[in-house]
């Protein structure tokens, strides 16, 4: 079938390689306000055609939307005005806002949320790569408001890029990725901030920095443009994690503080637990 | 030549490993109080010999002390009570507590304070591998204070290993190391309490991990009996960097409570310049 990715970054780029490889798309028609993204995944072969949106909702059967999820919202409700038997779906790391843009429309059942549970902290059409999103879970959101029909072709699409489907509620996603996604990027952008901070005093601390540093704060490399409209659309589940995470490191200060070792060692022995979590998804 | 290693874990099990491969260490002698670990360490052909301290220190012409940094300070004076001609290295991450104990000593001469930047979330004789270490840096402190012909040795070793040594003064490690090492652990830590305590409600989030997650809650991981010891011996240092990393912390909350958009996007790109930071350190 043919397809239009709207969005041409790390996420639709990498959508498009595998879709093009495994035959499900025959033709891909890209759309994306940034010329220099518009090019390069041209140049990379990504897609086969670039073209205005209108355009490729027109000539396409199956839309992906992986812009930032502030554009995707704007866009979708207009998308689905346009549609007839085309497939809609978005890849956005929120999803109420995008639910409650098309709440009632004509056309939902054309429409599927999802969320593709991979990233990198690189982004733009050169990050896109073909083993992408392998063995990682997808999210799908208020199935039962999906057309039968275009809910299995998601499902086919995601099959394809070797993902299984979970299926959850709009709302539920939201407070779940506040935990185990959103603030984690906070973290470690504050991280960031927090050691360039000494930095202005001292340039030498880099050359100490070690394979942990570099893993929590690898996610503070992350594009703002994705980021800021995620935290703006999920606002009260970022603040909720965000305040009950500032309450643990309070918790690991007064123990340093108080010297209280061994309610330290506690904490950290209930830290370990995460192991058997992170074991068992595996 | 013939090597103690005290502290039978993933520090002193790697460089035993490498040190015997490299045709360094002839005979590698074993130290741990855990009976576990040092059968361990004899099975996986870590070591050659299990023996009390005592002997390893007369028998030994280096004394490598790899148990953590707590363990370390009370032993490392009584061992220079024994040494003569011997070399004495600790690889722990705190340097201050272990320089203060040995300050004055008559044998100072005869040990080296160094920290090789690596490290991962296992612990343990199981967890030591052959390319541990490899492009990253060592550093010695207070180098000044060794015996020129013992510091000539430690820097040989740390060679074979295939590190690079940078050169510090102990206060200025340990200032740095809270920095790139130690806040990172206790972010991951906290992180981890603060994930497992929505757990308690909803078993389902941990679907949702995405490799961004695991990565930075990777050192929540990390073993309590070694890390407790380190907040413990760098306690201000620690402090400073938690108070400092809370307001960076802060100023996103308030950011997106206040829904400044604009000022939270700049406190984002300003954390992406990390990238330039570590890209230049490599």
Redesign the interface.
Known sequence: MKIAVVGLGLIGGSMALRLKQKGFASKVLGVDNDETHSQKALELGIVDEITDLNTAVADSDLIILSAPVSVCTTLLPGILDQVKQQVVLDTGSTKMSLLDAVKGHLNRGRYIATHP?????FSGPEAATLDAFDG??N?ICDASESDQDALATVEQLYSLLGMYN?Y?GGKD?D???A???H?????????????????RE?N???????????????????S?AM??PI??QN?EN??D??????T??????SC??K?N?AY??E?????????D??D??Q
């Open positions: 549970m991979w990233g990198t902290e990682r879970a999210v979970v959850m996603h407070v779940h990725v935990y185990v996604s603030i984690s990027h906070i973290t470690s952008f504050a991280l960031a901030n927090t050691v360039l901070e000494k930095e001292e030498a601390i880099f050359e100490l920095a070690s394979a942990g540093f570099e893993s929590t704060v690898r996610l503070a490399k992350s703002p980021w800021m935290f703006k606002k970022v603040l994690v965000l305040n009950e995470h500032i643990q490191l309070r918790k690991f200060k340093i503080e010297e070792w330290l060692t904490l950290m022995e209930n830290a370990n637990k995460i192991k979590v992170l068992r998804k």
